[in-house]
Every structure is written in structure tokens, then in C-alpha cells.
């Protein structure tokens, strides 16, 4: 079964529009964090932001914030004031202690940011 | 600064061949991850490792192998095993601990293509 489902594959916005990226997961342990990546054109993967699962607060990093509902098992990601720089893959994943500290990934959503 | 590298950027395989990419960090990490992409897919898990000299088989290691003599250094190797080299490869580094906080840098990635 999916851990991870991002079930947009590809997305549009206007620019200086906010944006909303959905991510459900599955886990049954109580100790876990959510991460947002994006992937430009160039391949290179780059940490956005953070979410323990143990957080009261919505995660925020400037334009990135995370829209956690712990008990719909989901981490939204919301860019507001979208750039065209914001075009590229944005990738969902999960860590959880118990599983060798590994990270899964979900497939991915496509932004591709209109002028 | 610290980071994450690879090389080559671009790396070409003849059939029957054994290849090795290279991923250097100087973060300090003990973690290190070999994840393969193909296109408009997610990442998954070839191999990964917590410590030196131990690694462990992720989802798809089946045609690869690693090495981790050196906190700093995770080569991958991808054997005339694997049949279906063509990808891009990405790898990964983390604080390794008990919690689920820490995330995960990337290095730039290399493309592997079968002539």
C-alpha cells in the first residue's frame, strides 16, 4: 500500500496566486515528520519544510507554510504569492523511527507557475 | 561549505559494463541514501547506510552495490545486473537519530545512460 499519496500529478497558478499541494500518508506509529522537497528542472532536490507529528503548529518557512490534519493523515503544502521560480516537481515524504530511519517518497506534483 | 557531491554529472554505460558513481559529503552525517529517479516518477530506496562500514538493501538493490569505508564516501556501483540502468540517481545524507526531525540533502544527482 501507498505511505505516501500526492494525488495531483500536475498543477497550475497564476502568478502571485496561493497554491495548495496535497499529501495524505499512512502510518500507525505516533512518532513520525512530514517533509516537503522540490525538484527544478536541474534535478537537484531541496528541503522546503517540516512537520513533527507531535507539533501544534502549522509549519512555516517564508512563503511555505504546512497545512497538518494529524487525524485526516494530512500535510498540505501551501506557497502563497506563487513565483515563476516556483515551477517544478514538489515531492512529499515521511520519515518514521521504527523503519530503519528511512524516508518515503511520495510520486510527486508537477507546478508549473503561469505568467 | 558543506554539502553534498557527486560525480560524474553525466555517466554513459556499455552494455556488460560496471559503472561507479561516486557521493561525497562533508556535513558530518552518518547517514548516507542511493535513490534511483526515473522520469516524472518519485525517488525510491537502492541502498542505504547508518554507519561505516555497515549499509543495508533498500527497495530496488537488486544490480547495485555500495561501499562505505569512509564516513564521508557512499560509492554505487551498478553491475551489468542491472538491466535497466538508465535513470537518474540521487544521493542523500541525514543526522542519523532516534528521532524523525532530521532531513535529508541531496547532491545534484547523476544521469546514467546505456549507450
Known amino acids: 500500500a501507498q505511505k505516501i499519496t500526492q494525488t495531483q500529478p500536475g498543477m497550475f497558478v497564476q502568478e502571485k496566486e496561493a497554491v495548495t499541494l496535497d499529501c495524505t500518508y499512512d502510518?500507525?506509529?505516533?512518532?513520525?515528520?512530514l517533509f516537503w522537497y522540490k525538484q527544478p528542472s536541474s534535478g537537484e532536490m531541496i528541503f522546503l519544510i517540516y512537520?513533527?507529528?507531535?507539533?501544534?503548529q502549522n509549519a512555516t518557512e517564508g512563503r511555505y507554510s504546512l497545512n497538518f490534519q494529524k487525524a485526516r493523515k494530512s500535510a498540505n503544502l501551501v506557497i502563497s504569492a506563487s513565483q515563476l521560480g516556483d515551477s517544478a516537481m514538489y515531492f512529499c515524504?515521511?520519515?518514521?523511527?521504527?523503519?530503519?530511519?528511512?524516508?518515503?517518497f511520495g510520486p510527486g506534483t508537477r507546478l508549473s507557475v503561469l505568467p | 561549505d558543506g554539502g553534498i557531491t557527486q560525480s560524474p554529472k553525466y555517466l554513459f554505460r556499455k552494455e556488460g559494463q560496471n559503472v561507479t558513481l561516486s557521493c561525497e559529503q562533508n556535513?558530518?552525517?552518518?547517514?548516507m541514501y542511493w535513490y534511483r529517479q526515473d522520469p516524472g516518477q518519485g525517488l525510491r530506496l537502492i541502498y542505504y547506510?547508518?554507519?561505516?562500514?555497515?549499509?543495508q538493501k533498500g527497495d530496488i538493490a537488486e544490480g547495485y552495490s555500495v561501499s562505505r569505508e569512509k564516513k564521508e564516501s557512499f560509492p554505487l556501483t551498478v553491475t551489468s545486473a542491472q538491466k535497466n540502468p538508465t535513470a537518474f540517481y540521487l544521493c542523500?545524507?541525514?543526522?542519523?537519530?532516534?528521532?524523525?526531525?532530521?532531513?535529508?540533502?541531496f547532491g545534484p544527482g547523476t544521469r546514467l545512460l546505456v549507450l
Open positions: 542523500a545524507s541525514s543526522i542519523e537519530s532516534s528521532g524523525s526531525q532530521e532531513t535529508q540533502y
Open positions: 502510518t500507525s506509529d505516533q512518532s513520525y515528520g
Open positions: 512537520q513533527g507529528s507531535y507539533d501544534e
Open positions: 515524504a515521511m520519515r518514521e523511527p521504527w523503519y530503519g530511519q528511512n524516508f518515503v
Open positions: 556535513l558530518n552525517h552518518d547517514a
Open positions: 547506510s547508518q554507519i561505516v562500514n555497515d549499509f
